[in-house]
């Protein structure tokens, strides 16, 4: 109740983990810390789905739906038709501009 | 940046470095990153440099505003536009950490309430003129229509943290979107009613 953010898209398979530590280091939240023998998903629930986990992670254990939590763009997307924004480049759009080629999130606009 | 992308097609090894300059040439003495460098903060001095950006996207939209209401309602129903608007621009990133719960949108709601408190009881309790039920329904109408146009200049702010997420964001804006349109609409549908039946001005 009145919290939105108790759940996301974040997905661990300590399965695949090869224990490389990179998630832990790349998490800006502490989502993740280093294990024994797997990282070990410690705050699944601060995730701010930015995708840099899943981006340094060699074997795919970590999934995520990346993206943007602005509000603004989600809008400005759902008015204009346009695709949502994500993080991160070469993914086609930039949070604030979508005809940017390398994503930079936000220095013109609000992101 | 994928780390192990950047290897396997340059050969260089990536370093993830500290997020913060000050903590550089901590840094750059061993090339370690502590967990704590890599932790990103939302302290007030970074909520602060982030008014003048969010003052900008509001200005020209709060001068048209500001001044459209004054002609048409008068100088209180203006100072409660721009207040509502200046609520959510510069009042909201500075106390986002202390407002009750985690969803913008619900603080947003209770920063616009407390902002349009004074406008209802100046309506209520103040000498304005008119009959009661007329300054009722003024009263109505700030309570109405301004929290939710700080809700919604706060629900913007979800893309200025460094920690919202895209899912949650989403949520939000499926949640509460129709409060604030059902809420400042009725506010907005009240007003016209007021003046058709008074005229335009007094308030």
């Known amino acids: 109740m009145l919290n939105s953010y108790t759940s996301n898209t974040l997905q661990y398979d300590p399965g695949l983990c090869n224990n490389c530590g990179m998630c832990s280091i790349v998490c800006p939240h502490g989502v993740f810390a280093a294990g024994e023998r797997v990282a070990q998903l410690e705050e699944g629930q601060v995730c701010m789905e930015c995708g840099a986990c899943q981006r340094n992670c060699p074997t795919s254990a970590i999934k995520v739906d990346s993206g ?23 993914i086609g759009s930039s949070c604030c501009s979508e005809d940017r080629e390398t994503a930079s999130c936000c220095d013109t606009e609000r992101g | ?110 920063l616009g309430g407390l902002v349009a408190l004074p406008f209802i009881l100046r309506m209520l309790l103040g000498g304005a003129d008119g009959v009661w039920w007329s300054r009722a329904l003024w009263a109505l109408i700030f309570g109405l229509a301004m929290p939710p146009v700080t809700a919604y200049l706060a629900l913007n702010f979800t893309g200025s943290t460094p920690f919202t997420s895209r899912s949650g964001v989403r949520r939000e804006m499926f949640a509460y979107i129709p409060v604030m349109v059902l809420a400042f609409g009725t506010g907005i549908v009240l007003t016209i009613v007021v003046i058709l039946v008074y005229g335009m001005g007094g308030v």
């Open chain 1, 68 to 90: 943007v939590g602005c509000a603004a763009a989600m809008i400005r997307a759902a008015l204009t038709g346009k695709k949502e924004a994500t993080c991160g480049p070469a």
């Open chain 2, 1 to 110: 940046m994928s780390s192990h992308e950047v290897r396997r097609r340059s050969g260089f090894r990536v370093e993830y470095g500290p997020v913060r300059v000050i903590d550089l040439p901590e840094y750059l003495k061993n090339h370690r990153a502590t967990p704590e460098m890599r932790r990103v903060r939302f302290s007030l001095p970074d909520r602060l440099v982030l008014i003048p950006v969010e003052l900008i996207h509001v200005l020209l939209p709060m001068a048209i505003a500001g001044a459209l209401v004054f002609f048409v309602l008068g100088i209180l129903a203006s100072a409660g536009t721009v207040a509502a608007i200046l609520a959510g621009a510069v009042l909201f990133p500075i106390m986002l950490p202390w407002l009750p719960t985690p969803d913008f949108s619900v603080k947003g709601f209770i």
